[in-house]
């Protein structure tokens, strides 16, 4: 489920956009002022909805200091007559915007557009990695290196969350045990080094499956290799 941070310091726009897009099957967060979204922002979030005329710190100055640290998608909520802020907001690193007032049609298209670019298959920006890695109730953050499991912090080693890292990001591909090794390890592979894998592996499927005999996540393709199948 997608993530979303709302920032807006008018009450009604808060619960209206956190209802209408709860509505349409996203996980919603709002804040009446810049100060307290900055301190959420490493929970993680998929697109940020931000108000241009806020107290305190404005949407723009916001915008900025979201942009220094996070890779998410930024969409803008600005009054018609203040269309100069389309302008600022953009320099700042915003990806969108929409006018107040607004349709929620045209909202909800937006939204779901800028995430499909920065988070799914495709029309992602050259060069641009998302900061998460979702499966089922796992969620893995590769700015900071740590892995949630039904929101409690997982104690992964590094190699543990290497593999984890390889298998998320590259769904539907199968890896040799030749090509884990030389991956996670950055090693040159002996056939004895198998053991040292499957190891690695069994101790993983213990920490993030919830029947480690029966893996959802770390999958084994029978005589080629583990793979994550997305599903």
């Given at each position: ?62 915008c ?73 109730d ?13 929101g409690?912090l ?20 199968i ?17 004895s ?39």
């Amino acid at each position: 489920m997608n993530r979303i941070l709302v920032v807006d310091d008018d009450f009604e726009i808060r619960e209206l956009l956190e209802l209408l897009l709860t509505n349409d099957g996203f996980h919603v967060q709002t804040y009446a002022n810049g100060y307290d979204a900055l301190e959420a922002l490493d929970d993680g979030f998929d697109l940020a909805i931000l108000d241009v005329m806020m107290p305190e710190i404005d949407g723009i100055q916001l915008c900025q200091k979201i942009r220094d640290a996070h890779h998410i998608p930024i969409l803008f909520l600005t009054a018609k007559e203040r269309e100069e802020d389309v302008v600022k907001g953009f320099s700042a690193g915003a990806d969108d915007y929409v006018m107040k007032p607004f349709s929620y049609l045209e909202l909800s298209v937006r939204v779901k557009a800028l995430l499909r670019r920065y988070c799914n298959y495709g029309s992602k920006p050259q060069g641009y990695e998302s900061d998460f890695l979702e499966s089922k109730d796992l969620r893995l953050n590769r700015r900071t290196n740590e892995v949630y499991k039904k929101g409690a912090l997982l104690d992964l080693t590094e190699r543990e969350y290497r593999i984890l890292r390889l298998l998320l990001g590259n769904p539907g591909r199968i890896y040799t045990m030749e090509q884990l090794f030389e991956i996670v390890w950055e090693d040159t592979y002996f056939y004895s080094c198998s053991n040292t894998v499957m190891v690695h592996i069994r101790n993983l499927r213990k920490k993030v499956e919830d029947e480690p005999n029966k893996p959802k996540i770390v999958k084994n393709v029978w005589g080629k290799g583990y793979t994550y199948d997305g599903l």
